[in-house]
């Protein structure tokens, strides 16, 4: 059943996620599948029951859309920036200007992943409250730490792309 859960959420919550590296946009066949891996080991690591994981999974589907809409409009800032750059002879005014709404978009996603994570009292321990705090940066760095390994492995690059 629970297994059943995961996969019926999958797809909402693989579309309400961030772009890939370096702001490029994800092949949606990696996409999806990192997005399964990260249901399948938060639900493992967090010890999930069937309940909990049918209540959980819509929440973190709305917090995360809340995010990706955050660093979609960071990320179109940044854009700004960088076409200005390369202009030449970009104000200290207009920079300035970037620099507060870029930190202000950043304090609103660190605001929103903490309130997420306080508004889950109802439904998880404080034990899994904070395996989950502590799971977004763990799945991150394996994340990039097996990409890294894949660069640097020609055999373990061709499996990436094959699949």
């Given amino acids: 059943m629970l297994l059943l859960t995961v996969m019926i959420l999958a797809p909402a919550i693989l579309f ?6 370096r702001g490029q946009k994800m092949p949606p ?3 999806e599948q990192i997005q399964m891996l990260r249901i399948w080991k938060m639900t493992e690591e967090l010890e999930l029951t069937e309940e ?14 809340n995010i ?17 750059a390369m202009k030449g002879g970009m104000a200290e005014k207009y920079l300035n200007e970037k620099i507060e709404r870029i930190s202000a978009i950043e304090v609103k996603i660190l605001k929103n992943r ?14 899994q ?12 760095d394996r994340m990039e730490n097996m990409m890294r390994e894949a ?13």
């Fill in 16 to 21: 309400a996620q961030p772009r890939g590296m």
């Fill in 114 to 127: 903490v309130n997420f994570i306080k508004n889950m009292d109802d439904l998880l321990s404080p034990d």
């Fill in 52 to 65: 909990q994981a049918g209540r959980f999974f819509p929440r973190l589907r709305t917090g995360d859309k």
């Fill in 129 to 140: 409250r904070a395996k989950l705090m502590v799971f977004r940066h763990r799945f991150r």
């Fill in 151 to 163: 660069r640097k492995n020609p055999r373990m690059r061709n499996n990436l792309k094959r699949r």
């Fill in 68 to 84: 990706e809409e955050l660093e979609i409009e960071r990320q179109s800032i940044f854009k700004e920036l960088h076409k200005e």
């Fill in 29 to 31: 066949p990696r996409r």
